[in-house]
T-cell receptor, first 114, second 113 residues
Framework: AQSVTQPDIHITVSEGASLELRCNYS??????LFWYVQSPGQGLQLLLK??????LVQGIKGFEAEFKRSQSSFNLRKPSVHWSDAAEYFC????????????FGKGTMLLVSP | DTEVTQTPKHLVMGMTNKKSLKCEQH?????MYWYKQKAKKPPELMFV???????INESVPSRFSPECPNSSLLNLHLHALQPEDSALYLC????????????FGSGTRLTVV
C-alpha cells in the first residue's frame, strides 16, 4: 500500500523566516500527492496537489511544493512565514493504486515564534 | 457553494444515547467520506460513499452506522458509543475521483461520557 512519512513531529520557525516541511512517499508509480493544513479544532484545507508535469507546484497562501522522484519527496515550502501559518500540516497520498481514498502522514505541527 | 457543512459542531452524548451527525455539500461531488481524528493524530478513514452507495467500510464497529439519503447528504448514526470514540469526526467530499482532492467540513467534536 502507498504511504507517506513526515519525519518531523513539530517545527518551530521565526516569523518572517523560510519554512520547509518534509514528506517522503512510498508509491509504485507516479504518485498523486497532496498537502493539507489544519488549524486547531478545524477541518483540513487543501494547500496544493501534484499529479504530473511540472515538479514545482504552487498552492494557496504562498505555499509551494517540489516533487523529487529521485528522493521520493514532496516537501512543502514557504519563503516567509506569518504567525497565522501556525497549524498542523499533513501530507497525503491515495491509499492504493486505483482508489480515490487518501491516507495521511502523521502530520507536522508548525509553531511560529515572534 | 464550495463548502462542506457539518452539524452539530459539538456533541456530548452518554453511552446509551442515540445521536446523528450530519454532513451536506452542494458542489455536485459524487463521493463522500467519514474520517475520525483523535487528538494529535491524522484523520483515519471510516466510510466512503460513491454515487450514494457504500463502497468502503474500514472495519468500523457497528455502533457507527452511515447513511447517504441523497447525493448531497451524508449522515453518521451513533448508538451505544464508548468513551474511546470521543474524537473529531470529519466529513469530506470529492469529485468522483478523490485524486483531485477532498473538500473537508470543519468537523463535529464528539465527547462520549
Amino acid at each position: 500500500a502507498q504511504s507517506v512519512t513526515q519525519p518531523d513531529i513539530h517545527i518551530t520557525v521565526s516569523e518572517g523566516a523560510s519554512l520547509e516541511l518534509r514528506c517522503n512517499y512510498s508509491y509504485g508509480a507516479t504518485p498523486y500527492l497532496f498537502w493539507y493544513v489544519q488549524s486547531p479544532g478545524q477541518g483540513l484545507q487543501l494547500l496544493l496537489k501534484y499529479f504530473s508535469g511540472d515538479t514545482l507546484v504552487q498552492g494557496i497562501k504562498g505555499f509551494e511544493a517540489e516533487f523529487k522522484r529521485s528522493q521520493s519527496s514532496f516537501n512543502l515550502r514557504k519563503p516567509s512565514v506569518h504567525w497565522s501559518d501556525a497549524a498542523e500540516y499533513f501530507c497525503a497520498v491515495p491509499m492504493n493504486s486505483g482508489y480515490s481514498t487518501l491516507t495521511f502522514g502523521k502530520g507536522t505541527m508548525l509553531l511560529v515564534s515572534p | 457553494d464550495t463548502e462542506v457543512t457539518q452539524t452539530p459542531k459539538h456533541l456530548v452524548m452518554g453511552m446509551t444515547n442515540k445521536k446523528s451527525l450530519k454532513c451536506e455539500q452542494h458542489m455536485g461531488h459524487r463521493a463522500m467520506y467519514w474520517y475520525k481524528q483523535k487528538a494529535k493524530k491524522p484523520p483515519e478513514l471510516m466510510f466512503v460513499y460513491s454515487y450514494e452507495k457504500l463502497s468502503i467500510n474500514e472495519s468500523v464497529p457497528s455502533r457507527f452506522s452511515p447513511e447517504c439519503p441523497n447525493s448531497s447528504l451524508l449522515n453518521l448514526h451513533l448508538h451505544a458509543l464508548q468513551p474511546e470514540d470521543s474524537a473529531l469526526y470529519l466529513c469530506a467530499s470529492s469529485q468522483d475521483q478523490g485524486v483531485y482532492g477532498y473538500t473537508f467540513g470543519s468537523g463535529t467534536r464528539l465527547t462520549v461520557v
